[in-house]
């Protein structure tokens, strides 16, 4: 007992001084600490390419998605609205010459960005890349319709390219919707740590917890499945239309590169 009294009269400020003060003054005199590195983990990767057949290939894409979405609508029942998600077996589907293209452009996109993500991982090895889809569809929306936040499963990663949405200037002019019209939204992993949690200074590295991507016709965000997006409302002159896909990617070697460890 009168060990810890002696403790509590220790702690206890003098000159009425706030409680805070030692832990302020400790943290000025932090020159003696000796961290001299930080490290950063699990970091979140994102790749962004450009397809440069875009202005070729999206008029004729939009002509036979337009086919695609009344044959399917009327497949399912459907009746014509402002939102509307295709079947995903659009590799299949469509037959246009410059769709094989589009495929290749996006195979050599993952295959770039899947090598820059893995870097340390694959450790230097020149891996033999098998890209395999589970599932591409097209999303069409309008009036402000959105796709609300997921997660995409039975792949490693997935994607969201833009096909047609309003010129930036028209898109951003939205009197409610402003410069989140119809973006991409990405949460990052803190994001589900943040509801009510604390805030300051020594926590800034948190914010912001996500990022818009801007919805540029031919632009191609690849991202992991498990990260959490959202397609924001969307409301323009023209209608907002994506492709988006789920991918996995296997070495012809085989997929493991490390022994199992129990340490
Ligand atoms: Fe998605």
Redesign the pocket.
């Known amino acids: 007992m009168a060990k810890s009294g002696r403790a509590a009269r220790a702690r206890r400020p003098q000159s009425g001084a706030p409680a805070s003060r030692p832990a302020q003054a400790k943290a000025k005199g932090a020159g003696k600490a000796t961290t001299s590195a930080i490290q950063r983990l699990w970091p979140t990767p994102i790749g962004l390419h450009r397809y440069g057949g875009a202005d070729r290939l999206h008029p004729e894409l939009l002509e036979v998605f337009a086919q695609l979405r009344t044959a399917q609508q009327r497949q399912r029942g459907e009746k014509p609205g402002p939102f509307f998600a295709s079947d995903d077996d659009l590799t299949e589907r469509v037959k246009l010459d410059g769709f094989k293209d589009f495929l290749r452009f996006i195979v050599q996109s993952l295959g770039e960005t899947v090598k820059k993500a893995n870097g340390e991982a694959w450790a230097g090895r020149e891996l033999d890349l098998r890209v395999g889809f589970q599932g591409m569809w097209f999303q069409c929306s309008r009036d402000g319709t959105y796709?609300d936040i997921?997660?995409?499963g039975n792949c490693s990663w997935?994607a969201?390219y833009i096909v047609q949405i309003d010129e930036p200037e028209q898109r951003v002019s939205h009197p409610v919707y402003g410069a989140a019209n119809g973006v991409t939204r990405l949460y990052g992993p803190h994001f589900a740590t943040l509801g009510g949690a604390f805030v300051d200074v020594g926590n800034a590295y948190l914010q912001p917890p996500h990022l818009d991507i801007e919805p540029i016709p031919g632009r191609l965000l690849l991202f992991p499945s498990w990260l959490a997006?959202k397609?924001m409302p969307y409301d323009g002159e023209k209608e907002r239309v994506i492709i988006?896909f789920n991918a996995s990617i296997h070495a012809s070697e085989g997929d493991q590169l490390h022994g199992y460890s129990a340490q």
Do not use: D, L, R
Request: charged share 0%; hydrophobic share 20%.
């Open positions: 796709h997921h997660t995409h997935s969201a997006h397609a988006s």
